[in-house]
């Protein structure tokens, strides 16, 4: 294949073809490593600086430093075409891994030279297992300091033969790497130490990677002469083309210009008409047109309006739907609703019902792991996902483009089974300094965590393995993050269902909110912040019922923090002294759906995270408390 060919996108004959997939736990390297593939293959002109994690593009990708949504892109190497796709490495994208894996024949599996086997490693271990990929293990980061790769390939292996590996999987091939300097070897050279990789000298060499991809990757199966069958597992947009469906060609070719049939594995949709105008391949770090291209390769449609996620690109005279999607149930559901504050309609340009679904029903085009369904009122939807940061980056994502709307506290969704009510669990894993160790057994006592495995790390650290109720995990970033003063690492994936473990409790502070609608003063603050810590500073327009700190008891009380000092002929302004107020503390997003009760919802608009009753008004709030109390009084006395 001359590199004129390359750069026309093909077509590429089967036989040239590897389809691989990164899979990883998160900040393993996966994205690091792809941008060295793609700066030793020439994806890069000599003069250019693409930068650090080129193909996370997404704004969220970079602020957080992780893989949300998969990547497709080619590398060229010895005449052949690696089609790559990295995917994300959290646990609450799972289903991002799912559906890319269905379109790849190999993967090659990251494990961080010194955390060895994490949860996710798991999770992505058991769906290439399932799906039959050819594995290439890459013990990356060697560099590292603390690196043990013979400990490492030991977990790897354990973990290979309690999830029943056949015999050609356990003889994987293994290869050290380091992404960030871009080498690989097969054998550590002599005199090579871990954890010393700039101290060889040793640069910029990824070929025995890329060597062994081709030699342990079966190149794509597929008969191009069989009717065209593309199972559509990514969507993307053009600014000018509009959607774009993505997949790899089962069977047939397609050619530019060519009339198809969409249609649904199920036959609960007829099929559909369309012509795909322009086919594009992927090469490097974009998207080549292309004439035509067969079987095994990755392609994106344009011209298919309305396709979706999970459906089949087919031959317009013999349709046949590829077995659709199947990823795992959701875990975690909120409610979405219109905004109701005072403030409504202040910081957002889409406010209505109408926007809102909208949004959400385009959301579930793409976002496989997402459910929505209607609330039990016309302006809510109970939207679930596989966790928390999955459903926080989808309102994060949706304030940045300008949705202004509030959420309810996270809830797990639970489930019968044989009679009997269960409850997801999470399996969690914590490195933490030697001396945290004690108050982190202890705080996950109460909130229902089962110690599986307790062991020394190395340097003053120990490993915690749990598992505990997903709903134990409300909170408790912030918990941890106190308990180990920052230096703790904490990850955590569905570990499965188990019966209910019984009542956690809540937080057991009650919050302070805004009596009045007003803007806050340093005076009111001052006394404010002696019941507890605020959310708010000095100048900070606020309504009745939007909560303005944490009460340092039980219960909520309700305080004026708009209230000014009255000033006499015997005082003047000039006369008193600076108030020094605590600085108030930010909440995240995060740390905002973790703070909220049952009662309370978030506020979120394209300027601001607010937090607020879900009743609004002091004396509705009273009425109802003293409602709920008289029917637990009258209940204690039947």
């Known amino acids: 294949m001359s590199p004129e060919s390359e750069a026309q996108g093909g077509p590429w004959p089967a036989r040239l073809l590897r389809n691989v997939a990164l899979i990883a736990h998160v900040d393993h390297g996966k994205t690091t490593l792809v941008d060295a593939m793609l700066r030793q293959t020439g994806a890069f002109r000599d003069n250019q600086a693409p930068g650090e994690r080129v193909l996370d593009s997404n704004e969220l990708e970079r602020e957080r430093g992780i893989t949300i949504l998969a990547k497709n892109t080619a590398v060229f190497y010895r005449g052949h075409k690696i089609n790559l796709v990295d995917t994300p490495g959290h646990a609450d994208f799972g289903g991002e891994v799912e559906r890319i894996l269905g379109m790849v024949e190999g993967a090659l599996l990251l494990v961080d030279a010194v955390e060895g086997v994490m949860p996710q490693t798991r999770f992505v271990v058991e769906k290439a297992l399932e799906a039959r990929l050819r594995l290439l293990l890459v013990v990356n980061k060697i560099d590292r300091p603390g690196a043990e790769p013979a400990r490492v390939i030991d977990q790897v292996l354990d973990l290979l033969i309690a999830l029943g590996a056949g015999d050609e999987q356990l003889e994987m091939p293994v290869l050290y790497a380091s992404g960030r300097l871009g080498v690989a070897w097969r054998e550590l050279p002599p005199g090579f130490e871990p954890g010393r990789g700039g101290a060889v000298g040793l640069r910029g060499d ?277 308990l180990t003063r920052g230096y703790g690492v904490a990850y955590h994936t569905f570990h499965g269902y188990g019966p209910d473990r019984g009542p956690i409790p809540l937080r057991s502070r009650g919050s302070l909110v805004a009596w009045e609608r007003g803007v806050t003063t340093a005076y009111a603050l001052a006394n404010a912040e002696q019941r507890g810590t605020l959310f708010v500073g000095p100048g900070t ?81 009273a009425r109802l408390r003293a409602g709920r109390v008289s029917r637990l009084e009258a209940g204690r006395r039947g």
């Open 541 to 621: 327009e606020v309504y009745e019922g939007q909560i303005v700190g944490e009460n340092a008891r039980e219960g909520d009380l309700d305080i004026n923090v708009c209230k000014s000092k009255h000033l006499t002929n015997m005082r003047s302004s000039t006369a008193d002294v600076a108030v020094r107020l605590t600085p108030p503390r930010q909440l995240t997003l995060e740390e905002a759906l973790e703070f909220i009760r049952e009662d309370e919802l978030v506020e979120v608009t394209p300027r601001a995270i607010r937090l607020r009753k879900a009743v609004l008004d002091r004396e509705e709030r």
């Open 206 to 482: 990824l070929r025995p990677l890329l060597d062994a991809i081709l030699e342990s990757v079966p190149p794509p199966s597929g008969d191009p002469e069989a009717p065209l069958q593309i199972l559509v597992t990514t969507l993307d947009r053009d600014e000018y083309l509009g959607r774009l469906a993505i997949g790899r060609i089962a069977s047939g070719r397609v050619v530019d210009g060519q009339s198809v049939a969409v249609v649904r594995g199920g036959g609960d949709r007829p099929p559909r008409p369309g012509r795909v105008q322009p086919l594009f391949t992927f090469g490097s770090l974009r998207r080549l047109r292309s004439e035509v291209a067969e079987a095994g390769e990755i392609v994106a449609l344009a011209g298919l309006e309305g396709v979706t996620v999970g459906e089949t690109v087919s031959d317009a005279l013999d349709p046949r739907p590829l077995p659709p999607l199947r990823v795992d149930e959701p875990t975690m559901t909120m409610v979405f609703m219109v905004n109701t504050s005072p403030f409504a309609g202040r910081e957002g340009s889409f406010l209505t019902s109408r926007h809102l679904a909208e949004r959400l029903e385009r959301e579930l085009e793409r976002n496989v792991g997402l459910v929505v369904e209607p609330g039990d009122q016309p302006d809510r939807w109970r939207v679930s996902g596989r966790g928390e940061l999955h459903l926080s980056v989808l309102i994060e994502t949706m304030r940045r483009e300008g949705y202004e709307f509030a959420v309810s506290r996270p809830e797990v969704i639970w489930r019968e089974r044989d009679g009997r009510r269960e409850e997801p669990l999470e399996l969690l894993v914590m490195d933490v300094p030697d001396e945290a160790t004690g108050p982190v057994l202890e705080a996950l006592g109460p909130r229902r965590g089962e110690l599986r495995e307790m062991a020394p790390s190395g340097r003053g650290r120990t490993r915690l393995e749990f598992v505990v109720p997903s709903r134990g995990l409300l909170g408790f970033d912030s918990e941890f993050a106190a």
